[in-house]
T-cell receptor, first 114, second 111 residues
Framework: EPEVTQTPSHQVTQMGQEVILRCVPISNHLYFYWYRQILGQKVEFLVSFYNNEISEKSEIFDDQFSVERPDGSNFTLKIRSTKLEDSAMYFC????????????FGPGTRLTVL | GQNIDQPTEMTATEGAIVQINCTYQTSGFNGLFWYQQHAGEAPTFLSYNVLDGLEEKGRFSSFLSRSKGYSYLLLKELQMKDSASYLCAVRGHNAGNMLTFGGGTRLMVKP
């Protein structure tokens, strides 16, 4: 069964450093998402991406964040200058089309900012 | 905006039935979802309701009342592997089809 993959599984970085989290969506899916989950808290929406542009973003997704689909397969989330409070699990999710309901989540990248 | 409430924790016995409630207030509604999340893992889709009523899928059923802003997830014949967090999420009328999640209900199944 096709699945969403994410790399790395765990990223440790120093405060102020840039990180790039990578996702490979399911191949025929058109909508891509990033969510995050701070330890012990709820899953929070960051951004949705469709047709090579951002379709929706939350208040969390400020100027420090950006997304890209550089090569038609990877979908990346970049955090320019990480803060301690960016430590969280970051999930990529994909949706086939708006006619479908199930968003498929990747296994997540645990980001630890020291 | 969206506000979604569900109990923080529940405990039930193996073989029993448990009902996890979710209430929501939203500025727009285009479906309610239940996801299961085991500790340290990704959420996995369980069910979707957009019309009032009960949707049954094996041991799991989900109910929706749009007028009351209320849903529940019913788990029958509980198994130890059902110990997990159950996340209620709402989709609004937005271009991105994003989901807004509640805080999740941690279910502990005891022998």
């Amino acid at each position: 069964e096709p699945e969403v993959t994410q790399t790395p599984s765990h990223q440790v970085t120093q405060m102020g450093q840039e990180v790039i989290l990578r996702c490979v969506p399911i191949s025929n899916h058109l909508y891509f998402y990033w969510y995050r989950q701070i330890l012990g808290q709820k899953v929070e929406f960051l951004v949705s991406f469709y047709n090579n542009e951002i379709s929706e973003k939350s208040e969390i997704f400020d100027d420090q964040f950006s997304v890209e689909r550089p090569d038609g397969s990877n979908f990346t989330l970049k955090i320019r200058s990480t803060k301690l409070e960016d430590s969280a699990m970051y999930f990529c999710a994909t949706l086939k089309t708006r006619l479908y309901n199930e968003q498929f989540f990747g296994p997540g990248t645990r980001l630890t900012v020291l | 905006g969206q506000n979604i409430d569900q109990p923080t924790e529940m405990t039930a016995t193996e073989g029993a039935i448990v009902q996890i409630n979710c209430t929501y207030q939203t500025s727009g509604f285009n479906g309610l979802f239940w996801y299961q999340q085991h500790a340290g893992e990704a959420p996995t889709f369980l069910s979707y309701n957009v019309l009032d009523g009960l949707e049954e899928k094996g041991r799991f059923s989900s109910f929706l009342s749009r007028s009351k802003g209320y849903s529940y997830l019913l788990l029958k014949e509980l198994q130890m592997k059902d110990s997990a967090s159950y996340l209620c999420a709402v989709r609004g009328h937005n271009a991105g089809n994003m989901l807004t999640f509640g805080g999740g209900t941690r279910l502990m199944v005891k022998p």
